[in-house]
């Protein structure tokens, strides 16, 4: 069969990323641009500033992309793009660059949710089983997973209010830790004891999370110490936080690998990157005799890779888009 080439482009928060895919498997060409240090002075993403950007490099990001790949548009089969979910105005400039690419040079266009991109980062690693469960942790979403086939997406639970991410950034901002926070409390909980006592977030039999509670949790508690006169042991209390986070994502998660009878569990998106989730989850998936693939943590954050890899998956169920396609910042799986 002749080789694949998927061209993927994401923005739909803070990344410009081009990547150039084979047979939706081997990387070619990546290029991924982070606005973080832009962000970072502002404790947060601005989605005014984000579009802004994304305009400025798009062109630029898909140039190089092209340029690494040795490749030209001629060998392109079809454009990927991430549609949703995400922030409206960067995502709208990586649907227009693909429409445009798509028009110009006469290739199918291909809509991709950008959580089906996440949980495709690990299919790079290995070639899916099926049925699986993934776990979907990243700064926008909290969901529990199971699939029986490619692309077929059946959620089993999903967080009420904040995901995990905002939960590690918001929880670092408590703390004078800068954004995004989720990287800097990973290494310092690694040097912490567990001496602050937090609840476990929504410790019930449900397959959903709950996130709010736990910062407020760590707010009331800084603000306790501090009326009390005592300083905040930062590493102990990331060491803390993280430890109840780790037990609410596992218990859920190894509770639904049981009632499904799965022997696969995936785990996606910018919070898998965490070394405390990523050590505990692979500590109890070998116990009971579990698979489990990660993300390498270059692909745990937003990339066109992992784009262009679900777009493979579209290409061959010919999944295409024509150029009325519209953005949906709210989508879901
Ligand atoms: O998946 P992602 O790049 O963006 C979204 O699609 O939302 O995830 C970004 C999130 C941020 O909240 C960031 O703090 C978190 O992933 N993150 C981490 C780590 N690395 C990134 N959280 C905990 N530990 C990490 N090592
Ligand atoms: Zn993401």
Redesign the pocket.
């Known amino acids: 069969m002749k080789d694949i080439y998927i061209l993927g482009i994401e923005s739909?928060?803070d990344?410009t990323s081009v990547s150039i895919v084979k047979n939706g498997k081997e990387e070619i060409s990546t290029v991924v641009l982070s606005q973080i240090d832009i962000h970072k002075k502002f404790g947060g993403v601005v989605p005014e500033i984000a579009s802004r950007n994304h305009v400025e490099s798009i062109t630029i990001v898909i140039d190089e992309a092209l340029k690494k790949s040795k490749l030209t548009m001629k060998d392109i089969d079809a454009i990927a793009v991430t549609y949703g979910p995400?922030l409206a105005g960067s995502l709208l400039v990586g649907v227009e660059a693909a429409k445009t690419l798509s028009l110009v040079f006469n290739k199918p266009l291909i809509a991709v949710n950008?959580l089906a991109g996440?949980i495709y980062a690990n299919q790079l690693i290995n070639d899916f089983s099926f049925p699986l469960i993934c776990l979907v942790?990243?700064?926008?979403?909290t969901e529990l997973i199971y699939m029986d086939e490619h692309l077929s997406f059946k959620k089993l639970g999903s967080t009420k209010d904040d995901?995990?991410?905002?939960a590690?950034?918001k929880v670092?901002r408590v703390m004078n830790i800068p954004?995004?926070?989720?990287?800097i409390?990973?290494k310092l909980s690694k040097v912490g004891n567990l001496t602050y006592n937090l609840p476990i977030p929504l410790d019930d039999d449900s397959y959903n999370f709950s996130f709010s509670g736990i910062k407020s949790a760590v707010i009331n508690l800084v603000h306790n110490e501090n009326q009390r006169g005592n300083e905040i042991r930062k590493e102990d209390l990331c060491a803390s936080f993280e430890d109840v986070i780790v037990k609410s994502l596992t218990k859920k998660t190894m509770k639904a690998i049981k009632e499904y009878n799965v022997k696969y569990l995936l785990l996606a998106?910018?919070?898998s990157?965490?070394?405390?989730?990523r050590d505990k989850f692979i500590e109890l998936c070998n116990e009971k005799n579990i698979k489990i693939t990660i993300p390498n943590l270059k692909y745990?954050?937003?990339n066109a890779t992992m784009i262009a890899t679900v777009g493979y998956y579209m290409f061959i169920k010919k999944q295409f888009s024509d150029l009325s396609l519209k953005i949906n910042p709210s989508l879901d799986l």
């Open positions: 739909s928060c990344e995400g950008h996440h942790i990243s700064g926008g979403h995901s995990v991410g905002e590690y950034d670092a954004y995004p926070g989720g990287p409390i990973d998106g910018g919070v990157a965490n070394s405390g989730i745990c954050t937003d």
